[in-house]
């Protein structure tokens, strides 16, 4: 699903909110979820998941090209782990389809 899709069901299942409205606070709840992970913040929304930050260290890879070795340096990068009920859910889904 697109941020262009969210923002359609949502409009779609609340009427008495403008397809603008519904923008908005889709677009402030994914700068505010940014802005926290940036800053080294944790998201937790009970039922779904957890979003998190964590560090890759520093690595030595290769250069596909030549085979020349390559320090990467370390990074942060964002994590999602996702919930007890929504790997259940997804489980049942998933099973229900096969």
Do not use: C
């Not at 069901?9 to 505010?32: C, F, G, H, M």
């Not at 085979?67 to 990074?75: F, S």
């Not at 942060?76 to 859910?89: M, N, T």
């Amino acid at each position: 699903m697109t941020r262009s899709e969210l923002i359609a069901a949502l409009a779609a299942a609340y009427p008495q909110l403008s397809k603008e409205q519904v923008d908005a606070a889709v677009r402030t709840i994914l700068s505010t979820m940014a802005e926290t992970l940036a800053g080294g913040g944790r998201i937790e929304v009970r039922g779904f998941g957890s979003f998190a930050v964590h560090l890759r260290p520093e690595r030595i890879a290769r250069n596909p090209k030549t085979g020349e070795r390559v320090a990467v340096p370390p990074k942060w990068v964002p994590h999602f782990k996702a919930g007890k009920q929504l790997r259940e859910r997804v489980d049942r889904g998933v099973s229900a389809e096969e």
